[in-house]
């Protein structure tokens, strides 16, 4: 499981959230997400614990929680969904029979 936190401060740094949430538990890992072309925060995190219970007491702790001048939102991290390999949608043909074109 992974807990997303949102609303963070964009000056936070992962050494910074990890010693946050280690007051509830072992944490394994922290992502801090960045702009592709900024290279800035985005505003958000994921942290992995040790255990499922570690990362309830987390949330439960958390969520709501001012931190760095921010209410932190904090919970469960949803799947990522698949966006297939061009960002998805349906790319279907329409109109034009090109075979009885005759140029």
């Known amino acids: 499981m992974s807990i997303y936190v949102g609303n963070l401060s964009y000056e936070v740094t992962q050494d910074a959230l990890?010693?946050?949430f280690a007051e509830y538990g072992t944490v394994k890992r922290v992502q801090?997400?960045?702009d592709r072309e900024t290279g800035k925060m985005r505003g958000f995190g994921f942290v992995?614990?040790?255990s499922d219970a570690e990362e309830e007491?987390?949330?439960e702790a958390l969520d709501g929680a001012e931190w760095?001048?921010?209410d932190l939102?904090?919970?469960k991290a949803k799947p990522k969904e698949d966006r297939g390999s061009f960002g998805g949608g349906n790319r279907g043909g329409g109109g034009g029979n090109?075979?009885?074109n005759r140029y």
Do not use: C
Request: glycine share 4%.
């Open 18 to 20: 990890s010693a946050v």
């Open 32 to 34: 801090l997400p960045t």
């Open 48 to 50: 992995e614990m040790d």
């Open 57 to 59: 007491k987390a949330i």
């Open 68 to 70: 760095m001048g921010r």
């Open 73 to 75: 939102k904090v919970n």
């Open 98 to 100: 090109f075979r009885n």
